[in-house]
């Protein structure tokens, strides 16, 4: 009886598979021929998506790309050789030994193109286009067409820049709208290899000769500060060296000139008056050997200083620069009307097969 009823129930559950398959086969024909019974409306889709998607291609501009690439080499940060210097530098409290080597480290110099700072200052940079001179922020105004995006609003209507530094509030919000917008979509700095030291900064825009001229200040901006920033310490000992080194040869000669007009100021003295003579020159030949010993270890100084200024200074070599014309990407029309006309035929295909569905439900 048991064995009997299993076999029942086992033949019961393989016809239902079998009704249940049979039951889907019939589903995936009927929706099928619905969708089939819709060409008409598919076809509109598919040829709309084409359409929109010729006209995207069409009104889209192109994009041109300036890439400049260079050769970063870090300077030397260690003391060294410059450690047994003291003396004459220290009394003075000069510092001649590592310069500003923790300031900046090489990869810092990407977010240094990413600064507002450099942006902005490269932005107030005059070119010169069509035979004239002209900033590249009321150039970049003019060629995306703000002007006409802020017709509406007067106080921005009339708005245009110069090479003053300082600005109105207005001035300074339209700028940080620019900088912000030109690291969002125009500004893109990476390192192709992260174990090598070359680094590329590019610059896409719309307009050629923008892109072109961007990249090119704004590489000369930021590295121009880079190696700055990180000489400033060791240069300023040098100026303070100098400074030192110019004094104590002018009072040397001094010394020097003292003892000859002393000299001078008594050619038939009497042997019994030698203290008009001897102490003046005396006095100034103490004074000239001191001086010119101190001169000695001022120059020794000065110069182990300018070489701890070259050791420190990195080395910054452009491998590539942008030049005319550039390179551009646009759109292709084809791929474009083929994409916009799946995606046309996709959406409608959906459309319909979800109302399909619903109305079976609700029957």
């Not at 019974?37 to 598919?42: A, C």
């Not at 107030?124 to 703000?146: H, M, R, S």
């Not at 690291?183 to 290899?193: A, E, G, H, S």
């Not at 101190?294 to 070259?310: A, C, F, P, Q, T």
């Amino acid at each position: 009886m048991t064995t009997e009823s299993q076999s029942k129930n086992v033949n019961y559950n393989v016809e239902s598979d079998e009704i249940s398959l049979k039951d889907l086969i019939l589903k995936i024909k009927e929706y099928y021929v619905y969708l089939l019974s819709k060409w008409l409306i598919i076809l509109i889709f598919c040829l709309s998506g084409c359409i929109i998607g010729y006209l995207y291609a069409y009104f889209n501009k192109p994009v041109y790309t300036a890439i400049t690439t260079f050769v970063l080499e870090e300077g030397s940060s260690g003391g060294g050789s410059l450690g047994n210097i003291g003396g004459i530098a220290s009394m003075v409290g000069i510092d001649v030994g590592g310069g500003g080597g923790g300031i900046f480290q090489g990869d810092n110099i990407l977010e240094l193109y990413k600064s507002r700072k450099m942006i902005q200052k490269t932005l107030l940079t005059e070119v010169e286009y069509a035979g004239k001179k002209e900033l590249l922020i009321n150039y970049y105004i003019a060629f995306n067409n703000l002007k006409e995006d802020w017709s509406k609003r007067p106080e921005l209507k009339n708005i245009q820049f110069n090479n003053s530094l300082i600005f109105t509030r207005l001035q300074d919000s339209v700028l940080g709208a620019i900088v912000s917008e030109i690291k969002r979509v125009n500004l893109n700095v990476f390192k192709p290899d992260k174990k090598l030291s070359i680094i590329s900064a590019q610059v896409s825009a719309s307009d050629e000769f923008f892109a072109k001229s961007f990249n090119d200040e704004i590489v000369k901006t930021v590295n121009d500060f880079y190696v700055q920033t990180k000489t400033k310490k060791s240069l300023e000992n040098v100026d303070i060296l100098q400074q030192k080194t110019d004094s104590v040869r002018a009072v040397m000669n001094g010394a020097i000139y003292s003892s000859a007009v002393a000299l001078d100021a008594t050619p038939n003295l009497n042997p019994t008056r030698q203290t008009q003579r001897i102490v003046p020159t005396q006095r100034s030949q103490v004074s000239m050997e001191t001086n010119k010993t101190v001169l000695g270890e001022l120059i020794k100084n000065l110069e182990l200083s300018k070489i701890s200024l070259r050791k420190e200074t990195p080395l910054l070599q452009v491998v590539d620069q942008p030049i005319f014309p550039l390179e551009v990407n646009k759109l292709s029309k084809a791929k474009v009307i083929i994409i916009g006309g799946l995606l046309g035929g996709f959406f409608i295909l959906f459309v319909l097969t979800t109302k399909k569905i619903l109305e079976d439900i609700l029957k």
